[in-house]
């Protein structure tokens, strides 16, 4: 449990990070709060020759509204996510996301940027950054680009921020009238990753009928992924417990879901949909305030 | 004895006294020792679950800047096989052994084969743990991966891996045991109920990992090692006389703090040995921490049984016959005492609490490619317990019985003296109904199954379920053990040191890791000699420094190594009547010890206090002519047999029909220990054991790959322990049923809640699918999926 020997950078800006990372490549590794990397190093699994420590770069951390989008700086800890009064006014699913993720040692240094480059198939935000629409701003040597939710996650442990590039922060875009959110999972009895996790995210008009539907999965297969046909079966409809039901059966489709200790296709396809209920019957009260 | 009195120290719930330096973390643990010079060794291990080793290059190993040394087990030429301490051979007319033990070796450093994933067969030893850790991944070894078998029920099947060449089917052994005609009994049943029982295997988890710290003294010839031992002089006798070879008066060896070990530190492990060796080569000190990853796979696990159980049942409920037959996995070396855990300490309580016609047990050990299984909590009582209160429960679903009721049918009624069993054992004293009528009154019984029922009818699966369990404690009486194959004896040492001011020094062969034997001891001494306990100190865990004990396990400090104290407190007392018949000027058999003081019968104003004879005792210029001076005496206590404890579990669950989650909402426990010295102590027992009872049950379980012989869950992110937020608020209760055996009258407390908590939860869980048609869950730990399976199965076939 003790990593091996590693070259530690510690730059003081994310131009001075980038130059690191385009001189040492594919033997550095980016250290954000390291609640991923760490324990993987300790157990040898990685054993990154050079590490840059993102902490000391200014202007990383933290959430402000931008003209209703909230900008939520890469760095930025679960915590400060999960205890948020804008996030909570704007979009309460990113904060009640970020306060079922580990326990508060772990919230309280693991940050949203470092957690959603790592990709964990079984993270708890990748779900709600699909529901949300999150959108991810990454800075390389030619500038800053934008990347949808739904082409960040390419698979296990895969996004889509290059070699050359840093996430530096997130783009989450704020409620409209008349949304609800909700991110429900079933964790892990040991690690209490979620074994699935849904979020869900609706939009009813004056007369109760859905007019957006927003579900992401996560824990199930290889990585997090929009729901396609479970918010076809909801927008446009009243959302009344059957409608849920049904709509709800279209969960696992798309996931690749992968059978291991805590579940077979079968029984993680099954929670897949039971997850997208619960969470998507949040959501309605919630819209319904 | 008589229940004790409330007015007494032995009884009270003070607060633990080793528990400030505990929570301050100024506790000293092995890895807090530190000696100028030491090196760190680092261990190479088999990857594989199976696989022969062509060559091993330590080349680059070697030159890697910082290290010392690299051995193989080819350079301990001289050094023996870890040995097992429980010998199960007919020759040595050991009762009911059917084929006899295969002793395989255990090599410390193992040079032809690796047998589990994890398997040392290479040390690197260097100035720093660093420079050992990096240059152990410079070790190569050249293997030749083999077939491998890991599966309890797999292992004798034609065509498996042979993990071991003096085993040819990989039966390490077969024993039987049991009484009465179980034929005839089968014959005359009314009903037979035949079930599949498994007993995962478990990891125990001790918060401290493993570690050791050899010191090779060149200039004394002296070897010191520091090792998270429960039972330092068991260590120090079987590396000495049995593996190193090495002279044990020459040898000390010191558990400092010792955070937990479940009974995994009972054992002797390879690491161990290799150090202790290795100081006497390099004449440097050598330490090994065990990282959390290498002691999943080299702690021995617990548990690892698959059982068919019978039961013979009369229409009216009445138990006519148990046949019992396991498969009991030993992983892939015979661990310290891994043969008498399902043989000895598990076959011996089929009896259980009740009264059955005919019992037999049949046990088969086998060899796997899998880490040692020794004793784990319990050990043995808890398989035994899991497979009664299963089947029981099998059979009253069998006759439409209440589950509480056929056991008070069957109950052995209440007695103190002895209860001869059909399984060999005799027990001490029990009034088990009497622990079942509490339980049942605390929980409301009656109420909460109209309140089940209600909840059934919404929809909602709810469960009780119960045990009533029965458990060997206080072990062990040495010629008995002697004559099952044990290879040393099971008495406890105490000696006690009245220093001349009348503090006292008690030297205990038993050995606290967790238990809180520094608060107990005292209080029972202090209770005895009637003196404030600030004046009591308690001494364990040094070969330098306590006379020849056995250790601690098997729930017998109280009872084994309390009463060896109280037999010097006694001695202390009689020689201090004489010393202070002579100051009164009285005849020693007038004088009464009497609040703190030694007075003259019926004469409160002729007394000498304590301190005064103590005093005397060393300053002995007015005393008795041809008594020695000094105030010390030593004891070792054999006890005439086990002690064994009893009670009634219950619990309620509720499962989720969506997912199979099980959430507990009630847990209630009545306990029967004997006499309590420190009731708060006793229940943080219960409660610790319940949880990993309850941890069985629902999350724990050792899971290899079928394929590979990987260990799949050998990280804490892997294997789920029990959670706080996970378990309901325990309610607790006892009965007091002295045991005749000890003058102090303590059965012994330490393993009930895990034996007990196991059965009762998967009972529960199995009531709550009653209703869908299901009678039985085959395997632990109750998944999720596991539950939610069974629920699909049962609404298929509705």
Redesign the interface.
């Known amino acids: ?2 990593p ?2 590693f070259e530690y950078h510690t730059p003081g800006s994310v131009r001075e990070a980038l130059s690191l990372l385009g001189k040492l490549g594919d033997d550095a590794k980016l250290l954000a709060g390291g609640h991923s990397l760490i324990p993987m190093m300790k ?2 699994l990685a054993q990154p020759k050079h590490v840059i420590d993102l902490r000391r770069v200014p202007g990383l951390a933290g959430i402000k509204d931008d003209k209703g989008t909230i900008v939520i700086g890469a760095m930025t800890t679960h915590w400060q996510v999960e205890s948020s009064p804008v996030l909570r006014e704007k979009c309460p699913i990113v904060s009640d996301t970020a306060g079922v993720i580990g326990d508060p040692a772990v919230r309280n240094v693991g940050t949203i940027g470092g957690s959603l480059a790592h990709a964990d198939p079984a993270a708890d935000m990748p779900a709600t950054a699909i529901a949300a629409g999150f959108e991810f701003v990454c800075e390389g040597a030619k500038g800053r680009r934008t990347v949808k939710a739904d082409d960040w996650f390419k698979g296990l442990m895969s996004t889509a921020v290059g070699d050359d590039e840093i996430l530096v922060e997130i783009r989450v875009p704020a409620w409209a009238a008349g949304s609800g959110g909700a991110y429900l999972k ?1 964790p ?4 209490r ?1 979620a074994v699935v996790g849904a979020a869900a995210m609706v939009t009813l008009d004056g007369t109760g009928v859905c007019t957006k539907a927003s579900v992401g999965i996560t824990g199930a297969g290889t990585k997090a992924v929009r729901a396609k046909g479970v918010e076809a079966g909801l927008t446009g409809q009243t959302l009344d417990q059957a409608t849920i039901e049904v709509a709800a059966q279209k969960a696992a489709e798309g996931v690749d879901v992968q059978a291991d ?4 296709v079968e ?1 993680k396809s ?2 897949c949909r ?1 997850f997208a209920r619960r969470a998507i019957e949040a959501a309605v009260k919630r819209a319904k305030g | 004895m008589a229940t004790v009195q409330s007015d007494r120290l032995f009884g009270k719930s003070i607060k633990r006294r080793e528990d400030p330096r505990f929570v301050t973390g100024r506790g000293t643990y092995v890895d807090d020792v530190k000696l100028p010079g030491t090196t760190y060794a680092a261990f190479v291990r088999s990857p594989h679950a199976h696989a022969r080793i062509r060559t091993i290059d330590t080349a680059e190993a070697k030159r890697h800047p910082g290290v010392v040394a690299v051995f193989t087990g080819a350079d301990m030429t001289g050094v023996n096989s870890l040995p097992c301490g429980w010998d199960l051979r007919q020759s040595k007319n050991i009762p009911g052994v059917v084929q006899d033990l295969a002793m395989v070796p255990h090599m410390p450093l193992t040079s032809d084969v690796a047998r589990h994933v994890g398997d040392p067969v290479a040390v690197v030893i260097a100035d720093s ?2 420079a050992a ?2 240059a152990a ?1 410079k070790v190569k070894v050249d293997w030749e991966v083999l077939p491998s078998v890991t599966a309890t029920d797999k292992a004798t099947a034609p065509g498996a891996a042979r993990v071991h060449d003096a085993a040819p089917d990989n039966i390490a052994f077969k024993w039987e045991l049991g009484g009465g005609d179980v034929d005839g009994a089968f014959k005359k049943a009314d009903v037979v109920v035949k079930k599949r029982i498994v007993n995962q295997r478990l990891v125990a988890n001790a918060m401290e990992p493993r570690a050791c710290l050899a010191r090779f003294d060149e200039a004394t010839g002296e070897l010191t090692l520091w090792v998270t031992s429960q039972n330092p002089h068991v260590h120090r006798l079987l590396m000495c006389a049995f593996v190193l070879g090495i002279p044990e008066h020459k040898v000390r060896v010191i558990a400092p703090d010792v955070g937990g070990g479940f009974g995994s530190k009972i054992f002797l492990y390879n690491e161990e040995v290799v150090c202790s060796w290795a100081t006497r080569q390099l004449k440097r000190p050598v330490r090994w921490t065990s ?3 290498e002691a999943y796979l080299t702690d021995a696990h617990g548990r690892d049984h698959v059982t068919d159980a019978e039961l013979a049942l009369a229409k009216d409920g009445t138990m006519l016959g148990l046949r019992v037959k396991t498969t009991a996995n030993l992983g892939a070396y015979l661990s310290t005492f891994a043969p008498a855990v399902p043989t000895f300490l598990y076959g011996t309580l089929l009896n259980g609490v009740y009264q059955i016609g005919a019992i037999n047990c049949q046990v088969t050990g086998v060899f796997t490619n899998t880490t040692a299984v020794d004793a784990y909590r319990g050990a043995g009582r808890p398989e035994a317990c899991y497979v009664l209160e299963r089947i029981v429960e099998a059979g009253a679903r069998a006759l439409k019985m209440d589950v509480a009721e056929i056991r008070k049918k069957n109950f052995i009624p209440k007695f103190s003296g002895a209860f001869q069993t059909l399984v060999a054992v005799s027990y001490d004293s029990g009034d088990y109904g009497a622990a079942l009528d509490k339980l049942l009154q605390m929980f409301d019984y009656k109420k909460f199954r109209a309140e089940q029922e209600a909840a059934r009818k919404q929809g909602r699966l709810l469960g009780i379920g119960f045990s009533t369990y029965i458990e060997a404690c206080s072990i062990a009486p040495s010629k008995v053990v002697g004559a099952l194959g044990a290879g040393a004896g099971l008495y406890e040492s105490g000696k006690v040191r009245v220093h001349p001011t009348g503090m006292v020094s008690v030297y205990t062969g038993s050995h606290s890791h967790g238990q809180g034997h520094e608060t107990t001891f005292a209080q029972l001494v202090a209770d005895e000699l009637q003196i404030p306990i600030e004046q009591v100190e308690i001494i364990h865990g040094d070969t330098g420094q306590i006379p020849f004990g056995m250790g601690t396990y098997g729930s017998r400090s109280a009872s084994v190594g309390g009463t060896a104290i109280l037999m010097s407190i006694n001695k202390i007392k009689e020689k201090g009547k004489r010393i202070a018949a002579h100051l009164l000027e009285a005849s020693p058999k007038d004088i009464d010890y009497v609040n703190g003081s030694f007075q003259v019968k019926g004469v409160p104003d002729k007394a000498v206090p304590f301190g005064a004879v103590s005093l005397t005792a060393y300053v002995p210029h007015n005393y008795p002519d041809g008594l020695e001076p000094g105030l010390e005496e030593t004891s070792f206590y054999d006890p005439s047999n086990f002690c064994f404890p009893f009670g009634a579990h219950a619990c309620v669950v509720e499962v989720e029909r ?2 199979g ?1 099980v959430k507990l909402l009630r847990y209630l426990a009545v306990d029967d220990v004997g006499n309590v010295i420190n009731p708060m102590i006793v229940d943080g027992m219960v409660h610790g054991g319940i949880a990993q009872g309850i941890g069985q049950a ?2 724990e379980g050792a ?1 290899y790959d079928v394929q590979s012989g990987q260990l ?2 050998g ?7 029990p959670k706080a937020d996970l378990l309901p608020m325990y309610e607790t209760g006892r009965t007091v049923t002295p045991t005749p055996v000890n003058p102090l009258g303590i059965k012994g407390a330490g393993e009930t809640g895990t034996i007990a908590a196991t059965p009762c939860v998967v009972n529960a869980v199995v009531d709550a699918l009653a209703g869908l048609g299901v009678d039985h869950i085959e395997a632990m730990p109750l ?3 596991r539950v ?2 069974t629920i699909q199965a049962a609404t298929a076939k509705r």
């Open positions: 449990m003790y091996a020997a157990l040898r079933f892990h009895p040991a690690s990753f200790l805590q579940g077979s029984y099954h929670l039971v | 743990r660093d850790t990096d991944e990282t959390r990853r969506d997912t989650a629902l999350w899971v799949m869950t990280t804490m992110s892997d294997y789920a322990l998944t999720t999926e939610w399976q």
